[in-house]
């Protein structure tokens, strides 16, 4: 989701070391994020469900737990089997694939409902404008994106990108209708301490 200054090498070099899960990153909170959660009791999860960025698989579970058809796509094969392991202890059915968040064009599959948390803020330029174009791709016309990301109220400069609220509405224009962009926040470790976050709802045109 983010690493502690720079986007994780793994989006940009297939053939990286698989080391980000080696030690518990401060995102892996072991439960899914507050206010996924609370989409999730509004029943804003619906159809298939992509967790994208998933590591080890919360928020595909969380759909999962639903009865919700949900996968998790994630660069690191390591985050992937701790998330099929969780799968199996808490007895849910979810499928969990090695793929690039920037290539999304080639998983040649819909989705209703596509969950974000922490991967969009690690990206911008090019990248961002890819992580865009494929979410296009895979979120058909009603369908819906969430995103869960720093935002620059959070104060100091470790951490991925602090995200303006212009940044996410400048990213998604032609095709995108904005339903809501509001400020809530992340939970990281330890703690879990909270930080500043932004929360966007866009629907698919």
């Known amino acids: 989701m983010f ?101 999304l064009a080639t998983l040649d599959e819909s989705f209703d409902t596509v969950l974000d948390c922490g991967l969009f803020h690690l990206f911008d330029g090019a990248d961002r404008t890819a992580l865009v174009d494929g979410l296009a791709t895979i979120i058909p016309p009603g ?4 995103l869960l990301g720093f935002s620059d109220s959070q104060p100091g400069t470790w951490g991925p990108h602090r995200l303006r609220r212009t940044d996410i509405e400048s990213a998604f224009t032609d095709g995108w209708r904005i339903d809501s962009l509001e400020p809530t926040t992340l939970d990281i470790l330890p703690s879990p301490t909270p930080v500043a976050a ?5 629907t698919r045109r």
């Open 3 to 103: 690493p502690p200054e720079e986007p994780h090498p793994e989006y940009h070099d297939p053939n990286a070391p698989d080391t980000l899960y080696a030690t518990k990153p401060p995102w892996d909170i072991d439960r899914p994020q507050p206010a996924f959660a609370a989409l999730a009791e509004t029943g804003a999860l619906r159809g298939r469900v992509l967790d994208l960025g998933c590591g080890t698989g919360e928020h595909a579970l969380l759909a999962a737990s639903l009865g919700l058809d949900a996968t998790g796509i994630d660069q690191s094969a390591h985050a992937l089997e701790l998330a099929r392991a969780k799968a199996a202890d808490r007895g849910l059915k979810a499928r969990f694939v090695r793929h690039s968040a920037l290539d």
């Open 143 to 146: 369908g819906r994106y969430f």
């Open 198 to 202: 932004w929360l966007a709802a866009l």
